[in-house]
């Protein structure tokens, strides 16, 4: 008795619980922590000095940026400009300063409306994303050589993606109240630092970020409202809705999840809607050029195809895709529907759009960008964290190493195809590798770093400590609400008028 919580202690810990400091539940973070003095002492003082997680966090995800920003150096002052593989071979390249130019920012073309020359008529990416573009080369001095004009685009963007990384690190910080610390794993993600600045992917990303946290607080309309934003930046963001339309279902929360989705559908429509009445052309060009882009990098399509003497159409690649999207959506569903205890929804959310990362035909180095915040609250564990960002690194070298293969000509400087390959695979295999680790956790939630610490589902506002309605297999028998066999402080769930975890 002494050594488990009783009932009274445990509620009282929900309502006002400690912060968890990683230094004691994490052996890679106790570790680490010795650079700066070792871990946190019974004793110390928290929250009575100026430097909060949130404060401290933020500040390492700008000095992260920064050396991100340093990295591109050698871009920047040549190799974006002169040489056709000195840009990869430094591994540095970027899109943003060859779009300035390319797609008509420079001559002063407006996106979507106005063709612009070459083999690419209209801009390819979504409206928010391309009105992001556009007030950047507003910013953007037009005195100059263009490549001047490139260097200040490229540094404009820069600027303004520092912020939506900052935004990215505290919303997470803030996402799990009693886990500020989780927010360190994003701030210091080497792969975001080196992948920041290649496209515009933060700007979907932060608004994802703040999406989750609107959620987490129980606001489903602001979070409907970002989600939607996200979605007209990027695309990937409404593959959340689904996890949610299941979690939602199991818990009875139609309302909430009804709010939600009319908010995203609402803030979509006000974005993309004017674009598409008066330049539906140029509007649709994303979504085409999409449909019809082939087989590219990072995408085990290509390492078939590229080993294959009569490799399949895109249309064949498109519908096998999809398909295996399907069925991947169908498997977290059915793994939403019948594990034992409700799965967190930031563990849904991760497992969704690495699935759609793992079957698309094209995965470009910062795609991993999405799942970084998404990875923090799913599996807050230092060793899986760095495992999978080792494997990531080790890909955004790959494929530039293999860009310069191909573009140095005779010289053959870089990584051949087949080393190329095995690049492909270290990425596919440290994705899944945190796919299997969080589904583990899903069914055995003592092995889950936010559960063993007595919280439920501290992302999911509503959904945190709901009480089932619906569930499907062995989770339907009354067994499936025991937490008896839970190690560390438990938390009452699935009960009416329980309340897991704080926010």
């Given at each position: 008795m002494c050594g488990m919580p009783s009932a009274e202690s445990t509620q009282a810990s929900v309502h006002e619980p400690d912060p968890v400091r990683p230094t004691?539940?994490?052996?890679?973070?106790?570790?680490?922590?010795?650079?700066?003095?070792?871990?946190?002492?019974?004793?110390a003082l928290l929250g009575a000095s100026w430097w909060t997680p949130v404060r401290v966090i933020a500040l390492v995800a700008i000095g992260m940026f920064a050396l991100g920003l340093v990295q591109k150096a050698p871009c920047y002052n040549g190799a974006w400009f002169f040489g056709a593989s000195s840009q990869y071979t430094h591994?540095?390249?970027?899109?943003?300063?060859?779009?300035?130019?390319?797609?008509?920012?420079?001559?002063?073309?407006?996106?979507?409306?106005?063709?612009?020359?070459?083999?690419?008529?209209?801009?390819?990416?979504?409206?928010?994303?391309?009105?992001?573009?556009?007030?950047?080369?507003?910013?953007?001095?037009?005195?100059?050589?263009?490549?001047?004009?490139?260097?200040?685009?490229?540094?404009?963007?820069?600027g303004m993606l520092?912020?939506?990384?900052?935004?990215?690190?505290?919303?997470?910080?803030?996402?799990?109240?009693?886990?500020?610390?989780?927010?360190?794993?994003?701030?210091?993600?080497?792969?975001?630092?080196?992948t920041a600045t290649i496209n515009w992917d933060l700007l979907?990303?932060?608004?994802t970020a703040a999406a989750m946290l609107m959620w987490s607080r129980g606001r489903s309309l602001a979070f409907g409202v970002l989600l939607g934003l996200a979605t007209a930046a990027?695309?990937?963001?409404?593959?959340?809705?689904?996890?949610?339309?299941?979690?939602?279902?199991?818990?009875?929360?139609?309302?909430?999840?009804?709010?939600?989705?009319?908010?995203?559908?609402?803030?979509?429509?006000?974005?993309?809607?004017?674009?598409?009445?008066?330049?539906?052309?140029?509007w649709s060009k994303f979504y085409t050029f999409s449909q019809e882009r082939g087989v590219d990098f990072g995408s085990f399509w290509l390492i078939m195809a590229q080993n294959s003497d009569d490799p399949l159409s895109i249309d064949t690649v498109n519908t096998l895709a999809t398909l295996l999207m399907l069925v991947c959506c169908a498997g977290v569903a059915v793994l939403a529907l019948t594990a034992p205890r409700r799965p967190r929804f930031a563990q849904l959310a991760f497992l969704i759009v690495a699935a759609f990362i793992l079957t698309n035909k094209v995965y470009s180095p910062q795609y991993?960008?999405?799942?970084?915040?998404?990875?923090?609250?799913?599996?807050?564990?230092?060793?899986?964290?760095?495992?999978?960002?080792?494997?990531?690194?080790?890909?955004f070298l790959g494929i530039w190493m293999y860009l310069a293969y191909t573009t140095s000509g005779d010289a053959h400087k870089g990584l051949p195809?087949?080393?190329?390959?095995?690049?492909?695979?270290?990425?596919?295999?440290?994705?899944?590798?945190?796919?299997?680790?969080?589904?583990?956790?899903?069914?055995?939630?003592?092995?889950?770093?936010?559960r063993r610490s007595g919280d439920d589902d501290?992302?999911?506002?509503?959904?945190?400590?709901?009480?089932?309605?619906?569930?499907?297999?062995?989770?339907?028998?009354?067994?499936?609400?025991?937490?008896?066999?839970?190690?560390?402080?438990?938390?009452?769930?699935?009960?009416?008028?329980?309340?897991?975890?704080?926010?």
């Open positions: 004691q539940e994490d052996e890679v973070a106790a570790a680490g922590s010795e650079l700066i003095g070792g871990p946190l002492g019974r004793r591994a540095c390249y970027s899109d943003i300063p060859h779009l300035y130019q390319g797609r008509g920012f420079a001559d002063g073309l407006v996106p979507y409306f106005d063709k612009l020359p070459g083999d690419m008529q209209y801009l390819e990416y979504p409206v928010l994303t391309g009105v992001f573009m556009e007030v950047a080369s507003w910013l953007t001095p037009g005195s100059g050589t263009i490549q001047d004009q490139e260097q200040w685009y490229w540094m404009v963007n820069a520092m912020v939506c990384a900052s935004v990215i690190a505290v919303c997470v910080t803030r996402t799990h109240a009693r886990r500020p610390w989780d927010g360190l794993l994003v701030a210091l993600a080497p792969a975001a630092a080196l979907a990303v932060a608004l990027k695309l990937y963001p409404f593959l959340i809705l689904g996890p949610l339309l299941v979690l939602c279902w199991r818990a009875g929360k139609w309302r909430e999840y009804g709010t939600a989705l009319g908010g995203a559908v609402i803030a979509w429509v006000v974005v993309n809607g004017p674009v598409m009445l008066f330049a539906f052309e140029g991993v960008l999405w799942l970084v915040p998404l990875a923090a609250l799913a599996r807050p564990k230092w060793r899986d964290f760095l495992i999978w960002q080792a494997c990531e690194v080790a890909y195809t087949d080393g190329y390959h095995w690049a492909i695979g270290l990425h596919l295999m440290g994705t899944l590798y945190l796919c299997v680790v969080i589904v583990r956790d899903i069914f055995m939630p003592e092995r889950d770093p936010v501290p992302s999911g506002g509503v959904l945190d400590g709901a009480e089932d309605v619906f569930v499907l297999g062995p989770a339907a028998r009354p067994a499936r609400h025991a937490a008896a066999q839970l190690e560390g402080p438990q938390v009452e769930w699935g009960r009416r008028g329980a309340t897991g975890g704080s926010l």
